[in-house]
């Protein structure tokens, strides 16, 4: 090495931190003796003085490093690590720490660069492991990138159909004759309909305190109609519920209805007697005039049922809101004045605007309210039916229709004697003659009735069903109901099985039911209001009570309580299998139930608003 000179401290590690040399923590001289002991060493350097081959292989290692740097290869891979988010040093660190990195890369055992190479090429591409531009890089990142914009255009399109299968309000729906409804995880209950139902449905039928009122002028209006409701109290309320909508279809001023006696109920009650006249009055106010009583200008008042030229008759059953408006509206101008006669059913329901049934609901349910006093006693009778064991007791409350007059109506043959059958068959040639006819065919029509479901159910079957579907002998049951047909003997069976049977008048004193005996009307308002409170009303046999019951809970309820409505159809072929075993027919009963008990659902078709009342006066919660 005599005659060069060695280079300095401070230019060797200049050298060394500049990157220049490969190997900074080796001499000179080790340098010379592993790249003359490879054979890498330059053709020059192995003849020339060692500065000069010092020199020269310095040049040649800068020269390497300096097309290394410049290749497209090293700056993919640069650019790659820089954006990659696994990347585990940073430019700011320096280049000492990507040797340590290198360093630290070396000593990682074989299997963990096996199982980066398991991945596949997108996803090593994605995650910097891969140069995305390579050929089979390039092409899997495209189907990668195809696939995940396949996934988001799903997800964007099946959002909205799994936010309202979600945000569904409970309702069940009808296929035929048999009723669906949705699958809750609560257990069955004996006194409540699922949560899920209660929760979905709210009642709307009330006008909105901003909604102006459009009821024209008093010299303007149409003319005044004036009506008879027929029949017994719960006919008479319907009738007067639409009348109303009627005198809102034409436009016309409505004389508060009179309560027409009834051959069958012989009671003389007048609307002032059952319900709260000026409440009637003020609460419709924005929707129709009501008026007391027949103008005193008009002199012709006995006329108004006797006249034909005062009266319009021959309306049809369930006529709509345009054959009003065509054929009875004209003749309202005409004379001013106007009866209609007869008025039972004589309004549809889904041929009518929504608004119209909608008013029907705000009359039902808001405007015809019970006299205080008959509203005081069924709340005392409600409250001694909870309180006769425990405080707080749930009770039952069983419309047990089962009256001479229905049994004999319904010309269906029912267990009893040769005598009572008799007595039956004189009973109706008398009172239907028409329809009894010789009575040969009515044993045939009979059977045919009992397996259509359209006979009512006999105190004795529907015990047997309440302990099917899991009600035991402390069950407290109110018992609204006429004069039972067969008396202690036809009723024994239900009282047998459940001994806490009540009715109204084993409840209240004598004394406290005086004043209501005046008008037989009270005391079905007593029964109406006693059964609407109740925890689980049944019902056996159909009607216009049952069927306002059941609307009225289901809209002040919102479908919690529980309105049952006996299968009778398969009850008539299940109690008529003797080798039915018990434990089959109760599974049969429960099953054929848990869709029977007032749940949510459409109005239309199948039922008419008084019974549910959930599409035109109910409003998702």
Same mark, same amino acid.
């Given at each position: 090495?005599?005659?060069?000179?060695?280079?300095?401290?401070?230019?060797?590690?200049?050298?060394?931190?500049?990157?220049?040399?490969?190997?900074?923590?080796?001499?000179?001289?080790? %340098?010379?003796?592993?790249?003359?002991? #490879?054979?890498?060493?330059?053709?020059?350097?192995?003849?020339?003085?060692?500065?000069?081959?010092?020199?020269?292989?310095?040049?040649?290692?800068?020269?390497?490093?300096?097309?290394?740097?410049?290749?497209?290869?090293?700056?993919?891979?640069?650019? @790659?690590?820089?954006?990659?988010?696994?990347?585990?040093?940073?430019?700011?660190?320096?280049?000492?720490?990507?040797?340590?990195?290198?360093?630290?890369?070396? &000593? &990682?055992?074989?299997?963990?660069?096996? $199982?980066?190479?398991?991945?596949?090429?997108?996803?090593?591409?994605?995650?910097?492991?891969?140069?995305?531009?390579?050929?089979?890089?390039?092409?899997? /990142?495209?189907?990668?990138?195809?696939?995940?914009?396949?996934?988001?255009?799903?997800?964007?399109?099946?959002?909205?159909?799994?936010? @309202?299968?979600?945000?569904?309000?409970?309702?069940?729906?009808?296929?035929?004759?048999?009723?669906?409804?949705?699958? !809750?995880?609560?257990?069955?209950?004996?006194?409540?309909?699922?949560?899920?139902?209660?929760?979905?449905?709210?009642?709307?039928?009330?006008?909105?305190?901003?909604?102006?009122?459009?009821?024209?002028?008093?010299?303007?209006?149409?003319?005044?109609?004036?009506?008879?409701?027929?029949?017994?109290?719960?006919?008479?309320?319907?009738?007067?519920?639409? +009348?109303?909508?009627?005198?809102?279809?034409?436009?016309?001023?409505?004389?508060?209805? *009179?309560?027409?006696?009834?051959?069958?109920?012989?009671?003389? #009650?007048?609307?002032?007697?059952?319900?709260? *006249?000026?409440?009637f009055i003020n609460y419709l106010k924005d929707d129709v005039r009501i008026v007391r009583d027949i103008p005193d200008w008009f002199t012709e008042k006995d006329e108004l049922f006797?006249?034909?030229?005062?009266?319009?008759?021959?309306?049809?059953?369930?006529?709509?809101?345009?054959?009003?408006?065509?054929?009875?509206?004209?003749?309202?101008?005409?004379?001013?004045?106007?009866?209609?006669?007869?008025?039972?059913?004589?309004?549809?329901?889904?041929? *009518?605007?929504?608004?119209?049934? =909608?008013?029907?609901?705000?009359?039902? /349910?808001?405007?015809?309210?019970?006299?205080?006093?008959?509203?005081?006693?069924?709340?005392?009778?409600?409250?001694?039916?909870?309180?006769? !064991?425990?405080?707080?007791?749930?009770?039952?409350?069983?419309?047990?229709? /089962?009256?001479?007059?229905?049994?004999?109506?319904?010309?269906?043959?029912?267990?009893?004697?040769?005598?009572?059958?008799?007595?039956?068959?004189?009973?109706?040639?008398?009172?239907?003659?028409?329809?009894?006819?010789?009575?040969?065919?009515?044993?045939?029509?009979?059977?045919?009735?009992?397996?259509?479901?359209?006979?009512?159910?006999?105190?004795?079957?529907?015990?047997?069903?309440?302990?099917?579907?899991?009600?035991?002998?402390?069950?407290?049951?109110? %018992? +609204? @109901?006429?004069?039972?047909?067969?008396?202690?003997?036809?009723?024994?069976? &239900?009282?047998?099985?459940?001994?806490?049977? %009540? !009715?109204?008048?084993?409840?209240?004193?004598?004394?406290?039911?005086?004043?209501?005996?005046?008008? %037989?009307?009270?005391?079905?308002?007593?029964?109406?209001?006693?059964?609407?409170?109740?925890?689980?009303?049944?019902? !056996?046999?159909?009607?216009?009570? +049952?069927?306002?019951?059941?609307?009225?809970? =289901?809209?002040?309820?919102?479908?919690?309580?529980?309105?049952?409505?006996?299968?009778?159809?398969?009850? @008539?072929?299940?109690?008529?299998?003797?080798?039915?075993?018990?434990?089959?027919?109760?599974?049969?009963?429960?099953?054929? $139930?848990?869709?029977?008990?007032?749940?949510?659902?459409?109005?239309?078709?199948? /039922?008419?608003?008084?019974?549910?009342?959930?599409?035109?006066?109910?409003?998702?919660?």
């Open positions: 090495m005599t005659g060069h000179s060695q280079p300095s401290d401070r230019e060797s590690k200049h050298e060394i931190d500049s990157g220049a040399l490969p190997l900074p923590s080796r001499t000179e001289s080790e %340098v010379l003796r592993l790249h003359a002991e #490879t054979g890498t060493l330059p053709l020059s350097s192995r003849t020339a003085p060692p500065a000069e081959a010092m020199a020269e292989l310095r040049h040649s290692t800068a020269a390497a490093a300096a097309r290394a740097s410049n290749s497209p290869a090293k700056r993919d891979s640069d650019a @790659s690590s820089a954006s990659s988010p696994f990347a585990s040093t940073s430019a700011a660190r320096g280049r000492d720490d990507d040797g340590k990195d290198a360093h630290r890369s070396s &000593l &990682l055992p074989p299997h963990h660069h096996h $199982h980066r190479q398991l991945l596949p090429s997108p996803l090593r591409s994605l995650l910097a492991l891969e140069d995305p531009r390579t050929p089979t890089a390039s092409l899997s /990142y495209r189907i990668l990138l195809a696939v995940l914009a396949l996934l988001l255009l799903a997800a964007l399109f099946s959002a909205p159909s799994l936010w @309202s299968r979600f945000n569904t309000p409970y309702l069940c729906q009808k296929e035929g004759i048999t009723l669906h409804c949705p699958q !809750t995880k609560e257990p069955l209950s004996l006194w409540e309909n699922p949560r899920a139902a209660t929760a979905s449905w709210k009642p709307c039928a009330e006008r909105r305190s901003d909604e102006p009122s459009d009821v024209p002028p008093e010299n303007k209006t149409s003319g005044y109609i004036f009506i008879h409701a027929e029949g017994g109290l719960n006919q008479q309320r319907i009738a007067i519920c639409n +009348a109303v909508a009627i005198a809102k279809i034409m436009e016309a001023t409505l004389i508060l209805p *009179v309560l027409k006696q009834d051959q069958i109920w012989k009671d003389q #009650t007048k609307f002032e007697d059952i319900f709260d *006249v000026d409440h006797t006249s034909i030229k005062r009266t319009v008759k021959n309306i049809p059953k369930y006529a709509s809101a345009q054959f009003y408006i065509d054929n009875v509206l004209p003749r309202i101008k005409e004379k001013t004045i106007m009866s209609i006669k007869p008025f039972v059913d004589r309004l549809g329901y889904d041929n *009518v605007p929504t608004e119209i049934n =909608r008013l029907r609901c705000r009359v039902n /349910y808001h405007a015809l309210k019970f006299l205080p006093d008959i509203e005081e006693m069924a709340d005392k009778l409600a409250t001694k039916m909870r309180n006769r !064991t425990t405080s707080g007791n749930p009770y039952m409350a069983l419309h047990l229709r /089962y009256e001479k007059g229905m049994v004999g109506l319904s010309f269906c043959d029912f267990a009893g004697t040769r005598d009572e059958k008799a007595m039956m068959a004189a009973y109706r040639q008398k009172e239907w003659p028409r329809r009894f006819k010789n009575g040969s065919h009515l044993w045939p029509l009979a059977l045919k009735k009992r397996k259509e479901g359209r006979c009512p159910l006999e105190p004795g079957e529907i015990a047997v069903i309440l302990r099917a579907l899991g009600y035991t002998r402390e069950t407290q049951i109110y %018992v +609204a @109901s006429g004069q039972v047909y067969g008396g202690k003997n036809r009723m024994a069976p &239900l009282r047998n099985m459940f001994p806490n049977l %009540v !009715t109204k008048e084993e409840l209240a004193s004598g004394a406290e039911m005086e004043h209501f005996r005046k008008h %037989v009307t009270s005391l079905a308002a007593l029964d109406f209001l006693v059964c609407l409170k109740s925890d689980v009303f049944v019902m !056996t046999h159909g009607g216009n009570f +049952a069927k306002l019951i059941m609307g009225a809970r =289901r809209y002040s309820g919102r479908h919690r309580l529980k309105s049952i409505k006996p299968d009778k159809g398969l009850m @008539s072929k299940s109690l008529g299998d003797p080798y039915l075993a018990w434990a089959s027919f109760a599974e049969d009963v429960v099953i054929s $139930h848990q869709a029977r008990a007032g749940l949510p659902e459409p109005t239309f078709p199948g /039922y008419d608003l008084w019974e549910n009342p959930l599409t035109p006066c109910m409003c998702r919660a």
